[in-house]
Each structure stands twice: as structure tokens, then as C-alpha cells.
T-cell receptor, first 109, second 114 residues
Framework: DAKTTQPPSMDCAEGRAANLPCNHS???????VYWYRQIHSQGPQYIIHGLKNNETNEMASLIITEDRKSSTLILPHATLRDTAVYYC??????????FGGGTRVLVKP | EPEVTQTPSHQVTQMGQEVILRCVPISNHLYFYWYRQILGQKVEFLVSFYNNEISEKSEIFDDQFSVERPDGSNFTLKIRSTKLEDSAMYFCASSEAAVGGTQYFGPGTRLLVL
């Protein structure tokens, strides 16, 4: 599976949009981009995933560049409960999830 | 909303003892996984399981580890003779399909080996 690069940390103001970048320049054509988050020591929580097209669900939006070498997770209105470590993972279907260091997001009042 | 459940939430054991961690995957899911996270470290893949067979396992998953689906609902991870370094959070996950299947995680079991 392709490697991903994420900033180690970022702060966000409560109520504002949080834009989390991820680089995956070696992604292959059959690999999906997945986003998970982990709040404290809880189990990783699925957020969203995509292959080529932008995706949106009740939690977030995922913007994938046309060349698929990078993506951005958007939390439209961050709340204090969104404070977590966010993981961008590139995975071929059916494979294991390989977690990196992620981005530690701190939402501030 | 269906969710993966795990028991126990915490387990303390003595080094050398056997432990069994239990998971109930989401009911229509066919693919099952175990991951672990040592305190302060990354989440690491241990094993995947499909159709009553191990699909893939990591280097961590040595002969001390085994997995089983003893009935239609449970998925277990057994550690035969625990070591101090097995202390970690253990997460179970399940997915409906391999192709495009999203893995959903349980809340984890915190294992402490003394």
C-alpha cells in the first residue's frame, strides 16, 4: 500500500472548518483513500473514503485531487468533540489498514 | 446502528498465562481483523480472517497467537503464553466485503500483563 504524509498536528477554532491535508504521491489506480480518527484510546472511527471522486457524508467531505496524489479531509464545522488524531490511509481493497502517525487535531473554543 | 463489540474492556493477567479476547463483529460482515496499539504507539495490524481461515498475518502474529470463529457470532484472539510486551489495546474490526469494504472497529480491550 502507498505511503501517506500528514502534518503531525494542527489547531482549529470551534465552529470553523478544519482542512486536513494528506499526500499520497505513490498511490496506485486501485487504491482507496480512507480517513479514520481516534479519540483518545478509543477504537479508530471510520470517517469517509474515496477512490477518484470527491465524497461527502454526514461527518465530513473528502476532496481528492485529479491526479490522486493528495487529498483533503474537511470537517465543516469543528466541535470540541472533533479533537482527535486523524489518519489518512491508502489501501487496496481487502488489505490491512496501515496506520501512520496521523494528524493530531486540537479544536479550541 | 450496528457496531462491533468487544469483551472484556480490561484484562489484567500474569505473564505466562493464556488470555482470550472476544469480539462480536457486525452481523452481516464476513471479514474480520485484529489490530493492537501499544501505549503511545501506532495502531498495528495483526491478522485478517475470512471464511474460517487466516487471510493475512503480520510478523507480530507469531505462534503464541491464534484466532477462531467458534460460532456464528464471535471472533476470538487467543494469546497462549502472555509476555510483558503483549500489554496493549487490542481492537477487533469487521467489514462487509473485501472490495471497497470499510472496516469498522470495536472499542478495544486493554490488556495488561504483569
Amino acid at each position: 500500500d502507498a505511503k501517506t504524509t500528514q502534518p503531525p498536528s494542527m489547531d482549529c477554532a470551534e465552529g470553523r472548518a478544519a482542512n486536513l491535508p494528506c499526500n499520497h504521491s505513490t498511490i496506485s489506480g486501485n487504491e482507496y483513500v480512507y480517513w479514520y480518527r481516534q479519540i483518545h484510546s478509543q477504537g479508530p472511527q471510520y470517517i469517509i473514503h474515496g477512490l477518484k471522486n470527491n465524497e461527502t457524508n454526514e461527518m465530513a467531505s473528502l476532496i481528492i485531487t485529479e491526479d490522486r496524489k493528495s487529498s483533503t479531509l474537511i470537517l465543516p464545522h469543528a466541535t470540541l468533540r472533533d479533537t482527535a488524531v486523524y489518519y489518512c490511509i491508502v489501501m487496496a481493497a481487502g488489505n490491512k489498514l496501515t496506520f501512520g502517525g496521523g494528524t493530531r487535531v486540537l479544536v479550541k473554543p | 446502528e450496528p457496531e462491533v463489540t468487544q469483551t472484556p474492556s480490561h484484562q489484567v493477567t500474569q505473564m505466562g498465562q493464556e488470555v482470550i479476547l472476544r469480539c462480536v463483529p457486525i452481523s452481516n460482515h464476513l471479514y474480520f481483523y485484529w489490530y493492537r496499539q501499544i501505549l503511545g504507539q501506532k495502531v498495528e495490524f495483526l491478522v485478517s480472517f475470512y471464511n474460517n481461515e487466516i487471510s493475512e498475518k503480520s510478523e507480530i502474529f507469531d505462534d503464541q497467537f491464534s484466532v477462531e470463529r467458534p460460532d456464528g457470532s464471535n471472533f476470538t484472539l487467543k494469546i497462549r503464553s502472555t509476555k510483558l510486551e503483549d500489554s496493549a489495546m487490542y481492537f477487533c474490526a469487521s467489514s462487509e466485503a473485501a472490495v471497497g469494504g470499510t472496516q469498522y472497529f470495536g472499542p478495544g480491550t486493554r490488556l495488561l500483563v504483569l
